[in-house]
């Protein structure tokens, strides 16, 4: 059996960046850290995904500091690293040929943001017939301005895209959750 790939979306430093607006889950990345760790001890495969950001205000644009990953889930040799320019870790990489190549059928996905990047990617995935979850605690977004000009705090931007995502495109999961089967896999 296949073990599942831990794939990590935009962890990047610019999103750390007053640019985008407050945001909820500050503990995310520590989350990430403890799965990346886990994954890491049982060898199994890690892919990281980055943004580079075609949007001349954006942190995330290749030239500007922001668009490196942060420290606590840097890419270690034979990890791979996929580069974007759009909201999906499918669209314009080979993220999907190799995880075919390789007969990787399940996904444990985790980054920034969640309404955006984390969100369509893990649209896509099921949509190509992968095997998702998505942790929850291990994600995180920002505050938003909707259409009606109304304010729409992280917290509640993070819960309903979540909502929408769950046993629909995947599975919704906490790390706990999450380290609980993977050690009850070792028994």
Aim: net charge negative; charged share 20%; with cysteine.
């Amino acid at each position: 059996m296949q073990p599942s790939v831990l794939l990590l979306i935009d962890v990047q430093q610019g999103l750390d960046d007053p640019y985008w607006g407050k945001r909820n889950n500050p503990q995310a990345e520590q989350q990430m850290a403890r799965l990346l760790a886990a994954w890491r001890e049982k060898q199994w495969p890690v892919v990281h995904v980055k943004h580079h950001s075609t949007n001349p205000k954006s942190p995330l644009r290749p030239e500007q500091p922001g668009c490196q990953i942060k420290p606590e889930v840097q890419p270690l040799p034979g990890e791979l690293l996929f580069t974007k320019t759009v909201n999906s870790a499918f669209i314009g990489t080979d993220l999907e040929n190799y995880l075919r190549e390789n007969d990787f059928s399940k996904l444990v996905v985790v980054g920034l943001t969640t309404d955006h990047c984390v969100s369509t990617s893990v649209r896509i995935a099921g949509n190509l017939g992968f095997d998702v979850q998505l942790v929850a605690d291990a994600t995180a977004t920002f505050e938003r301005t909707g259409v009606d000009g109304q304010s729409i705090t992280a917290e509640e931007m993070h819960q309903i895209h979540l909502a929408s995502l769950h046993q629909e495109f995947c599975t919704v999961v906490t790390t706990e959750e999450l380290l609980t089967t993977l050690s009850l896999l070792n028994k």
